[in-house]
């Protein structure tokens, strides 16, 4: 049973327009996010966070929303470079401790296009 | 940054062998490893957790004595895939947490593709 959920296995969008990636959960008892970027080969590295005390969380390009009521959360990137494109898993843990369990998506892979 | 390292990156190997994973934490020491797999188009599915110096806890469904971890120390973490199968094959992944209160979530290694034929 999948507790979060990516249902848009892919996503293309051309240089310097918005990303948009959504992540679904259905455990209410998950109050902190991540997300979490893949390039072929490699070993998914840290992006972005919330907690469920928040709604927003900015870092440069990257936001993070979160709507509890909803159990939604999404990542926009503005503008979109090339180099973002790669796969993006959002994560979800009950409690904000690194050695907390955390239950993945599936991915989404993003392809901005030149 | 703190680095896992994981080899192989890649292995095929005939049904009935077993093949062995291993994660080191490069420039920290990782007391807890998380191992995940991940079929195509599925989630990462946590399998285990391994603590050095203890017996690791398995999650509902996964067979621990299919998937032996072993983590011997705080720089070492292996998981032996025994006796594997067709169905076996996946991506393997392992991951350690982040040490430090501003470093969230896991350092992952890059995952192993493994085959059986």
């Known amino acids: 049973d999948q507790q979060v959920k990516q249902n848009s296995p892919s996503l293309s969008v051309q240089e310097g327009r918005i990303s948009i990636l959504n992540c679904d959960y259905t455990n209410s008892m998950f109050d902190y996010f991540l997300w979490y970027k893949k390039y072929p080969a490699e070993g998914p590295t840290f992006l972005i966070s919330?907690?469920?005390?928040?709604d927003k969380n900015e870092d440069g390009r990257f936001t993070v929303f979160l709507n509890k009521s909803a159990k939604h959360l999404s990542l926009h990137i503005v503008p979109s470079q090339p180099g973002d494109s790669a796969v993006y898993f959002c994560a979800a843990s009950v409690g904000k401790s690194n050695f907390n369990k955390f239950y993945f998506g599936s991915g989404t892979k993003l392809n901005v296009k030149p | 940054g703190a680095v896992v390292s994981q080899h192989p990156s890649r292995v095929i190997c005939k049904s009935g062998t077993s093949v062995k994973i291993e994660c080191r934490s490069l420039d920290f020491q990782a007391t807890t490893m998380f191992w995940y797999r991940q079929f195509p188009k599925k989630s990462l599915m946590l399998m285990a957790t391994?603590?050095?110096?203890?017996?690791?806890?398995?999650e509902q469904g996964v067979e621990k004595d299919k998937f032996l971890i072993n983590h011997a120390s705080l720089t070492l973490s292996t998981l032996t895939v025994t006796s594997a199968h067709p169905e076996d094959s996946s991506f393997y992944i392992c991951?350690?947490?982040?040490?430090?209160?501003?470093?969230?979530?896991?350092?992952f290694g890059s995952g192993t593709r493994l085959t059986v034929v």
């Open positions: 991951s350690a947490p982040n040490q430090g209160s501003r470093n969230y979530g896991y350092t």
């Open positions: 919330i907690s469920s005390i928040k």
């Open positions: 391994s603590n050095e110096g203890s017996k690791a806890t398995y």
